[in-house]
């Protein structure tokens, strides 16, 4: 069944319009009283449509149920921005596997270096890769990718988290299974660009209460490293 993201849905009456109704209306040839499924705020709308216009397209809520696909653990990556085009497969992948929100951060041994404003240009074309992941997988919302943040600005909203781990390549951190204490709800993943992070940024997060985990001594490129923690940490929480 098709499937479509709204910000708001009413019980009522749901209007789909601008691309999503014309990829109704046009590329799909849908035709009302057939039925498709909108997602707003972690629901699933199983719809009817009722009307199809040049512009819009009226859907009629027939079930409304919490979206069974979407994680019980909201994981926020933060993400120490890449080189190429490597943040665009890191949005994707950890989309499907159940991502919260991707926060990109610029840290001291990044090779890509682009200000706030260049990244601007990005975040958008980032925003809609998340949303056809998100569309993809069957996903409750579309992962939020945030403006880019300074290493101090991302630290900070480390600290929000219910609980925040980063990796870390030098052995002496925990697993996964050590750092993630059972029924966390919020948890905060920060990972490395190329260059691995520095020493003191190292020792400005274990000041700050986030706890290194470690991988094994296998090094894992900064595009893989995302899916194999995410995938480890939705495997703790029991959504995988």
């Given at each position: 069944?098709?499937?479509f993201?709204?910000?708001?849905?009413?019980?009522?009456?749901?209007?789909?319009?601008?691309?999503?109704?014309?990829?109704?209306?046009?590329?799909?040839?849908?035709?009302?009283?057939?039925?498709?499924t909108?997602c707003?705020e972690?629901?699933d709308y199983?719809?009817?449509?009722?009307?199809?216009?040049?512009?819009?397209?009226?859907?009629?809520?027939?079930?409304?149920?919490?979206?069974?696909?979407?994680?019980?653990?909201?994981?926020?990556?933060?993400?120490?921005?890449?080189?190429?085009d490597?943040?665009?497969?890191?949005?994707?992948?950890?989309?499907e596997?159940?991502?919260?929100?991707?926060?990109?951060?610029?840290?001291a041994?990044?090779?890509?270096?682009?200000?706030?404003?260049?990244?601007?240009?990005?975040?958008?074309?980032?925003?809609?890769?998340?949303?056809?992941?998100?569309?993809?997988?069957?996903?409750?919302?579309i992962?939020?990718?945030?403006?880019?943040?300074?290493?101090?600005?991302?630290?900070?909203?480390?600290?929000?988290?219910?609980?925040?781990?980063?990796?870390?390549?030098?052995?002496?951190?925990?697993?996964?299974?050590?750092?993630?204490?059972?029924?966390?709800?919020?948890i905060?993943?920060?990972?490395?660009?190329?260059?691995?992070?520095?020493?003191?940024?190292?020792?400005?997060?274990v000041?700050?209460?986030?706890?290194?985990?470690?991988?094994?001594?296998?090094?894992?490129?900064?595009?893989?490293?995302?899916?194999?923690?995410?995938?480890i940490?939705?495997?703790?929480?029991?959504n995988?």
């Amino acid at each position: 069944m098709p499937r479509f993201f709204t910000e708001h849905a009413d019980a009522a009456e749901i209007v789909l319009t601008g691309e999503d109704a014309v990829h109704i209306g046009r590329s799909l040839r849908m035709r009302p009283g057939e039925k498709l499924t909108v997602c707003s705020e972690g629901k699933d709308y199983v719809c009817e449509i009722v009307r199809i216009t040049e512009t819009a397209v009226y859907l009629h809520p027939l079930t409304v149920t919490p979206c069974a696909s979407e994680p019980s653990v909201q994981v926020t990556l933060y993400q120490a921005v890449p080189k190429q085009d490597k943040l665009a497969e890191i949005v994707q992948k950890t989309t499907e596997l159940g991502v919260y929100r991707i926060v990109p951060v610029l840290t001291a041994r990044c090779v890509a270096r682009p200000t706030a404003a260049d990244f601007a240009k990005k975040q958008q074309r980032l925003q809609k890769i998340a949303l056809s992941a998100a569309k993809q997988s069957g996903r409750g919302i579309i992962p939020e990718v945030t403006p880019l943040l300074t290493w101090k600005e991302a630290l900070a909203a480390m600290q929000q988290e219910e609980t925040a781990v980063m990796l870390y390549e030098e052995e002496g951190g925990m697993r996964f299974g050590e750092a993630v204490p059972a029924g966390v709800k919020r948890i905060g993943l920060f990972i490395g660009s190329e260059g691995g992070i520095s020493e003191q940024e190292a020792a400005d997060a274990v000041q700050a209460g986030i706890r290194r985990v470690w991988l094994g001594r296998r090094i894992l490129r900064c595009e893989t490293a995302p899916t194999a923690a995410i995938s480890i940490l939705m495997y703790l929480t029991g959504n995988l």
